[in-house]
């Protein structure tokens, strides 16, 4: 099992950037990883997923382009550039090893003026 810690999150105007980080209790560099989210009422759905090398990556059609997901083994950490934002980005995102069904408590991203 791994422990994954998600952090960056916060209150940031519509147009604003965030960037959120997933630290890792130990190696994730032979697993692919991924951010979901979830927002009040709703299920939690797939940001975007990475996979060992950070060589490919895949994106919900919402979010390509604003989003970009990444990784530094070294550091076994994920990181999540969230740029654009508007107010329907709201939500607790999650970071997740999807091997061990692993996840983090989540950060929240609040968009709003």
């Known amino acids: 099992q791994v422990q994954l810690v998600e952090s960056g999150g916060g209150l940031v105007q519509p147009g604003g950037s965030l960037r959120l980080s997933c630290a890792a209790s130990?190696?994730?560099?032979?697993?692919?990883m991924a951010w979901f989210r979830q927002a009040p009422g709703q299920q939690r759905e797939l940001v975007a997923r990475?996979?060992?090398?950070?060589?490919?990556?895949n994106y919900a059609d919402s979010m390509k382009g604003r989003f970009t997901i990444s990784r530094d083994n070294a550091k076994n950490t994920v990181y999540l550039q969230l740029n654009n934002l508007k107010p329907e980005d709201t939500a607790l995102y999650y970071c997740?090893?999807?091997?061990?069904?692993?996840w983090g408590q989540g950060t929240q991203v609040t968009v709003s003026s």
């Open positions: 997740t090893r999807p091997a061990g069904n692993d």
């Open positions: 130990r190696r994730i560099s032979g697993y692919y």
């Open positions: 990475i996979s060992p090398t950070g060589g490919s990556t």
